[in-house]
């Protein structure tokens, strides 16, 4: 009799662990999928945020640079009478923006007989804060053939450059971007092109205290279910370079990629990037041609999933243990 109750008791306990490890499997799995679901749109609407504070950010420090750079434009435009003057205008307004690496203004040839053919004066920092003076227009500079002249000479309204190198091999080699304005005399013919250029490594440290800025914000870190994970922004031109990123993080696109990317003008795309599967999320920077991108490795958004998974499994597993000795101790109980 009692080989018997022992017989069915362990068919019983075998039953019951069986149908609670297929209830557990059930209900494991779909707690999964669902925190899955809920942890991928919650990374997407995070870092698609996060991805238009940093657009916005950059933009208006771009934007703070023009501003600054058309008040020196509309001094020099107001003190063409003679070079001097034109020098002292370049001066006047500097103060406004130091960050400017240096403003310029490239006559059209012969504007000033007295200063020959080529007249470019440029006031800017080198090796100090202060900034100095050069005139840098001359037959092996002449500014005339470059890009952004020639443009200008076509436009009345102000635009970016291209990024360039700029190599005269001392300090102020490097990359740069230049904002650019023609401006007018009162015949309304064009008297020269104004400019104030930007360094890529100055634009790098922007980017880098915009990032740990929003890292730190917590108007974005409110309300989430993780940590903010790492991420990293880089700035690409509309031919798809990478020209301003953290040293050693690079962006390189495919054709196809820029294509999409110049297409859809906001969105994600999936790249592996030294090595490391990605999510970028890009976005347009308003008032010029460039693309900005926060890259997430998917690793570091899967660990939040990954931890979960463990954790659910080790609750289904506790749970499991628990009915196995209350099915033992009731066993033991029953006569």
Same mark, same amino acid.
């Given at each position: 009799?009692? /080989?018997?109750?022992?017989? /069915? ?18 209900? &494991? ?8 679901h809920t942890l991928n749109s919650e990374a997407q609407i995070r870092y698609v945020g996060l991805k238009n ?18 008040? &020196?434009?509309? *001094? ?22 130091? *960050? ?13 007989? =007295? $200063?020959?053919?080529?007249? *470019? ?8 804060? $202060?900034?100095?003076?050069? =005139? ?69 440290? $922007? ?5 740990? $800025?929003s890292r730190n914000d917590s108007l974005l870190n409110t309300g989430h279910m993780y940590e903010i994970i ?13 020209? &301003?990123?953290?040293?050693?993080? +690079?962006?390189? /696109? ?7 990317? /110049? =297409? ?13 599967? +990605? ?6 920077? *308003? ?11 998917? =690793? ?14 080790? &609750? ?20």
């Amino acid at each position: 009799m009692k /080989l018997t109750f022992r017989i /069915l008791g362990d068919r019983q306990t075998r039953n019951i662990l069986l149908t609670v490890l297929v209830v557990m499997t059930i209900i &494991v799995s779909v707690s999964f999928l669902i925190c899955r679901h809920t942890l991928n749109s919650e990374a997407q609407i995070r870092y698609v945020g996060l991805k238009n504070v940093i657009s916005e950010k950059i933009a208006k420090t771009i934007g703070a640079m023009e501003m600054s750079a058309l008040n &020196v434009f509309d *001094e020099v435009g107001k003190h063409m009478d003679s070079p001097e003057a034109v020098i002292a205008a370049l001066k006047s307004k500097t103060h406004i923006n130091p *960050e400017v690496r240096g403003y310029f203004a490239a006559f059209e040839p012969n504007y000033f007989p =007295q $200063e020959g053919r080529w007249f *470019e004066p440029y006031i800017h920092h080198r090796d100090t804060s $202060e900034f100095e003076y050069t =005139q840098v227009g001359s037959a092996r500079h002449d500014y005339t053939k470059s890009d952004w002249y020639i443009r200008a000479q076509r436009s009345s309204d102000s635009f970016w450059s291209d990024p360039y190198y700029y190599y005269d091999g001392t300090s102020m080699s490097g990359h740069y971007a230049t904002f650019v304005k023609p401006v007018f005399n009162s015949a309304g013919q064009l008297a020269c092109v104004c400019g104030a250029d930007i360094t890529f490594e100055w634009l790098t440290k $922007e980017l880098q205290r915009i990032d740990d $800025e929003s890292r730190n914000d917590s108007l974005l870190n409110t309300g989430h279910m993780y940590e903010i994970i790492d991420f990293y922004s880089v700035i690409i031109d509309k031919d798809g370079f990478c020209i &301003v990123h953290p040293e050693g993080k +690079s962006v390189s /696109l495919t054709k196809d990629q820029v294509r999409g990317l /110049l =297409q859809k003008k906001s969105g994600t795309m999936d790249l592996e990037i030294s090595g490391v599967p +990605s999510t970028v999320f890009y976005a347009p920077i *308003e008032n010029i041609d460039w693309t900005i991108a926060v890259v997430v490795a998917k =690793q570091d958004v899967q660990k939040t999933l990954l931890i979960l998974g463990l954790v659910l499994l080790f &609750v289904a597993i506790i749970g499991m243990i628990v009915v196995w000795l209350a099915c033992r101790r009731w066993r033991h109980i029953t006569p």
